[in-house]
């Protein structure tokens, strides 16, 4: 039995909604549980692999005034309070400000310790180089989940997001929009 394109057509815009419909939360509450279970973990010394060298980038980062362990239990509450804030959606701007810098502050150990993040320079970078640099998506993830802080969605339809580029471009031009409604008569 042969599917017809209108069907494929039907199951594709199916999933890219329920895609863009949950795609956002299922985001926020991923990043979320993980700043949550890790920064928990940099609680107890010893279980987290990166807290030696996350402890180093901070005491660096402090000019040395936050020397492990205290730089490890600052970086175990910044996280598990980012992880809390994700989760719980409550003061998410700011949540999202601390997790910038929190992750800002994570791609610092390529400019302070790169001979321990490379086994060739800058091409092949060891386990932990993979970690911190794999927190460049954790950015653009930020950035995504920022764009939705003032109600704004994922618009899977090409032609909708194209009519709302379009008032928002007209609107940094200085053109209001007014709104029309409808009496019912």
Do not use: C
């Not at 000019?63 to 804030?85: C, M, N, Q, R, Y």
Request: charged share 20%; net charge positive.
């Amino acid at each position: 039995m042969k599917t017809s394109p209108r069907k494929w057509r039907r199951i594709d815009l199916r999933v890219t909604n329920w895609m863009a419909e949950h795609g956002p939360l299922l985001l926020r509450w991923s990043m979320g549980g993980i700043f949550l279970w890790f920064g928990l973990l940099k609680f107890f010394p010893g279980l987290s692999p990166a807290e030696n060298l996350a402890a180093r980038t901070v005491e660096k980062l402090s000019f040395g005034t936050l020397v492990p362990p205290d730089s490890l239990l600052f970086i175990a509450l910044l996280e598990t309070a980012i992880g809390i804030g994700l989760l719980s959606k409550v003061f998410l701007r700011g949540t999202l400000f601390l997790l910038l810098l929190q992750l800002i502050g994570t791609l610092s150990p390529l400019l302070f310790f790169p001979e321990e993040l490379f086994i060739v320079f800058p091409w092949a970078p060891t386990l932990e180089g993979q970690y911190i640099i794999k927190n460049l998506i954790l950015i653009s993830a930020a950035l995504v989940i920022g764009a939705t802080v003032r109600g704004g969605t994922v618009i899977p339809d090409p032609k909708i997001a194209d009519l709302g580029r379009k008032r928002i471009e007209m609107e940094k031009r200085g053109v209001v929009l007014r709104r029309t409604y409808r009496r019912a008569h």
